[in-house]
């Protein structure tokens, strides 16, 4: 079975595994994976203003975080506690949401750094840049409890494809030893408003993930426009790319087993937007992982449970930028291979500079899924590969509310909508829809009929723009009399011949 490559990784970062990570168990509400302290503290100063009092907020303290208990002066306490702040580091840069914003900005760019200090020959200043990272963590302020942002989404034993020793992470590694798979999630206030649900997989090939750029910020532009986003913590290397495929198909099924519990709205609409690996770890579950195909495909010796039952279809994906999900960009690539018959729709972008070879991987993608579900591509001028969000100054920075329109349309929730946008006149008592392909491509069709089919009332999405076609009928043969566009004549027949005439149901 194919595996991401492991590099020659130097030293080593052996993590003790923390009983206190222990994934939630399947139907538990988030607050059950992680019991929590609040105290209530000051936000800024507890003297009063000009506007009065300070605001005062509730932290907590149960970041299962790692401490030192060694004297500065014995001679090997900076390399552990390299080793200890580099632990932290990792498990910190994955929950942005349990801190106050500008300590855990701060404290991650400073952290960072450490991952370049030799744990073998460490000077005064690496001695430093480590005191540093220490009281810069030691002084954020967690304001929400860890359950609350790290939705654990495998029980205790989650399915993995190929086995994964503790010896084989290293100090490079992205992760810490002990990670279990999460979701950080971005909610709405009012969840009866909700849009949709949609989860967030930052790039970084299947060695990294790209938060910073292609996870945080999507997920909260994503909830400024209605939706609850969730940024998926998937596994990476030295974990193969077919357990970010069981990740992937693991948090949609959280999503729905969860949903009642966790009180979320808007799960008629289950999207995902992923960059680069990420849109292969997204492709990979639609291919792969999908419905009811079980996580033992991967994994024979897994036992599924009462989350797995839940179907694992998307109803739309945005992959952007890097259509291959094996995690290579070949010359024989050609699109998505499945039996999968429920395929989300898909809203496809890309840079034109995309030098990795994803611009033509997009298309090639775009053509083999075209008449099997519904296709959108955008290829932005200007722009090269890991573009997040947007690179300012080009039309790429519209990328988020142009698949919001495209989610809209994919609901029926747009001006055009699936041909059902439209209202049916007083007169027709009797409906149906189906898909009809003609020359303008493939349409939902609403068509309704009076009692004693007289006459005829068809709208449809052709052209871009919404249809309206009436008519007379005499023993089925259309007269048309109204034509919205004055393009559909022609074909008014045969869409009318496309109805199943014993399936008319009455009109709502």
């Keep these: 079975m194919k595996r991401w490559s492991k590099q020659l990784l130097s030293g080593c970062l052996l993590a003790a595994l923390l009983l206190s990570m222990g994934g939630c168990q399947q139907g538990n509400t988030p607050s059950s994976a992680v019991s929590s302290q609040a105290v209530s503290s ?18 907590y303290h149960d970041m299962p975080v790692q401490t030192l208990d060694l004297d500065p002066s014995d001679p090997d306490y900076y390399q552990k506690a390299l080793e200890t702040e580099l632990y932290n580091y990792k498990l910190i840069r994955n929950v942005p949401t349990a801190y106050q914003a500008e300590g855990w900005d701060t404290y991650t760019a400073t952290a960072n750094t ?22 810069q963590r030691e002084a954020l302020v967690q304001v929400a409890p860890a359950a609350d942002c790290m939705w654990y989404i495998w029980g205790d034993a989650p399915a993995t494809a190929e086995t994964v020793e503790v010896a084989d992470f290293t ?57 609850n986003a969730y940024v998926l913590q998937r596994r990476v290397a030295p974990y193969s790319q077919e357990d970010t495929w069981l990740d992937m198909q693991r948090a949609v ?28 770890t997204i492709l990979g579950e639609v291919a792969n992982l999908y419905g009811d195909v079980q996580p033992t495909l991967y994994d024979a010796d897994y036992v599924s449970d009462a ?31 499945t039996e999968n018959s429920n395929l989300p729709a898909m809203f496809l972008a890309v840079g034109e500079n995309d030098a990795t070879g994803a611009m033509p991987d997009i298309w090639t993608l775009a053509n083999s899924v075209r008449g099997k579900t519904l296709v959108e591509v955008h290829t932005f001028a200007e722009v090269g590969h890991g573009f997040g969000g ?23 929730r747009g001006e055009a909508g699936s041909g059902e946008a439209a209202e049916i006149p007083e007169g027709y008592t009797q409906m149906q829809q189906y898909t009809f392909e003609g020359g303008f491509g493939k349409a939902d069709v609403t068509c309704a009929v009076d009692d004693a089919k007289t006459k005829v009332y068809m709208t449809f999405v052709a052209f871009d ?30 869409i009318y011949n496309a109805a199943d005439q014993n399936n008319w149901q009455p009109v709502a």
Excluded at 42 to 59: I, K
Excluded at 114 to 135: E, F
Excluded at 255 to 278: E, K, P, Q, T, W
């Design 42 to 59: 000051a936000a800024a100063s507890s003297e009063e203003t000009a506007e009065g009092p300070a605001e005062t907020v509730e932290t």
């Design 114 to 135: 450490l991952l370049n200090i030799d744990p073998d020959n460490i000077d005064d200043v690496s001695k430093s840049m480590i005191d540093n990272a220490v009281a």
């Design 171 to 227: 100090v490079e590694s992205y992760d810490n030893a002990d990670m279990k798979p999460f979701l950080v999630p971005y909610l709405v206030e009012d969840q009866s408003a909700a849009k949709g649900n949609m989860i967030v997989i930052a790039g970084g090939g299947y060695s990294s993930r790209g938060n910073a750029m292609e996870g945080y910020p999507i997920a909260e532009a994503f909830r400024d426009l209605g939706y």
């Design 253 to 280: 099924r959280y999503l729905r087993y969860n949903a009642d519990s966790l009180g979320l709205g808007g799960m008629d609409c289950i999207a995902a937007s992923g960059f680069s690996g990420g849109s292969g």
């Design 307 to 337: 989350v797995d039952q839940m179907s694992a279809d998307l109803d739309v994906v945005c992959p952007l930028y890097g259509p291959q999900y094996d995690g290579e960009h070949t010359s024989d690539y050609v699109g998505l291979v």
């Design 390 to 412: 947007g690179l300012e100054g080009t039309t790429s920075t519209y990328w988020i509310p142009m698949a919001d329109t495209f989610i809209d349309l994919v609901m029926g």
């Design 465 to 494: 723009q919404q249809q309206v076609v009436e008519g007379v009928l005499n023993d089925g043969i259309i007269t048309v009399t109204y034509d919205q566009s004055g393009f559909m004549t022609n074909d008014a027949q045969a």
